[in-house]
Nanobody
Framework: QVQLVESGGGLVQAGGSLRLSCAAS????????MGWFRQAPGKEREFVAR???????YYADSVKGRFTISRDNAKNTVSLQMNTLKPDDTAVYFC?????????????WGQGTQVTVSS
């Protein structure tokens, strides 16, 4: 089983940037599709971005053009560069192993990292 640990969250002003990282252990992620989700207070967890094992990248409409997902198989990490952040981006961000945009398609999750965007 793969263990996932997110880091890089914090408090940032609107318009700012953050870079989230997801470190994997236990298994190499080079053969896995990976994704990022987020959950805002009182809301359901939602898809943010995913990257296939061949490097294909897909984004939720709400973050397209502002967020970039990437992977470094040598370091066994997946990252999410978030630019032009908005207060609506405030949420706990989770990385996960899986494919697609539905939660049920992912079987391993990190504990999450808090991102707070102030206006």
């Amino acid at each position: 089983q793969v263990q996932l640990v997110e880091s890089g969250g914090g408090l940032v002003q609107a318009g700012g940037s953050l870079r989230l990282s997801c470190a994997a252990s236990g298994r190499t992620i080079s053969t896995y599709n990976m994704g990022w989700f987020r959950q805002a207070p009182g809301k359901e967890r939602e898809f943010v971005a995913r990257i296939t094992l061949t490097g294909g990248k897909y984004y939720a409409d709400s973050v397209k053009g502002r967020f970039t997902i990437s992977r470094d198989n040598a370091k066994n990490t997946v990252s999410l560069q978030m630019n032009t952040l908005k207060p609506d981006d405030t949420a706990v961000y989770f990385c996960a192993r899986g494919y697609g945009t539905a939660l049920a398609q992912y079987d391993s999750w990190g504990q999450g990292t808090q991102v707070t965007v102030s206006s």
